[in-house]
Structure formats: structure tokens, C-alpha cells
Nanobody, 130 residues
């Protein structure tokens, strides 16, 4: 059984930094592309970035690509999202996900749920105060 568990969310002041972690068990972590999504209040879930099994990184959200960094540690089955210079508009539920795709990172964030083997966490809330 695949388990996806995010951690590290919380309250941060604008301009501050926060690092989210996500540990995924029950699958061969090194064979999967992993990524971060977020859902802002009242909005649909949007892709942030992806770290492919081949080492490629794909940024889906241009507004955060210079402030958010995705990394992965295959030895720990864990991926991270380092967020800096946070803004109130970054307030959202953040989700970790893993997908098995022959193309490593899907080129379109909206297609992740169309893959047969895709796994999502329950999310971790990040609130940025002004």
C-alpha cells in the first residue's frame, strides 16, 4: 500500500521561509517522478513543480519558480519543497504527489490524474501572514 505523507506546513510571516517534506512508501521511489501541487482558497489545484526520476526538474508555476525549489533524496524516499520570500498569496494547501510516467515529468500539470499510477498525499496547510 502506497503512503504519501507531507509535513512541515504551518504559519509563516511574509518574507519568511519554510520547507515542506514528503515521504512516500510502498513504491519504488526512484522510478517515479515526484512533484508538488497546491490549492489556493477557492481555486483549483495547481501544479508547482516536478522532479523526474531522470533528474530533470520541471516548473509548472511561473510565479513561484524563482522562490520555490524542489529536491529529492532517493535514499530516504523523500522530496522537499523549499519556499523562500513567501507572500500572502502563497497561502494554500500543499500536496505531494508521485506519478509513474514514461516521459518522467508530465509536461502539463493538469494531466497528472490521467496516469494509472499516481499517488497523492492529504496535504499540509501553509499560511502566510502579511
Amino acid at each position: 500500500q502506497v503512503q504519501v505523507v507531507e509535513s512541515g506546513g504551518g504559519l509563516v510571516q511574509a518574507g519568511g521561509s519554510l520547507t515542506l517534506s514528503c515521504t512516500i512508501s510502498g513504491l519504488n521511489f526512484g522510478d517515479f517522478a515526484v512533484g508538488w501541487f497546491r490549492q489556493l482558497p477557492g481555486k483549483e489545484r495547481e501544479g508547482i513543480n516536478c522532479f523526474g526520476y531522470d533528474g530533470d526538474i520541471f516548473d509548472y508555476e511561473a510565479s513561484v519558480k524563482d522562490r520555490f525549489t524542489i529536491t529529492r533524496d532517493n535514499a530516504k524516499n523523500t522530496l522537499y519543497l523549499q519556499m523562500r520570500d513567501q507572500k500572502p498569496e502563497d497561502t494554500a494547501m500543499y500536496f505531494c504527489t508521485a506519478v509513474f510516467s514514461m516521459d518522467t515529468c508530465p509536461k502539463n500539470a493538469s494531466t497528472w490524474n490521467k496516469y494509472k499510477y499516481v499517488y497523492w498525499g492529504q496535504g499540509t496547510q501553509v499560511t502566510v501572514s502579511s
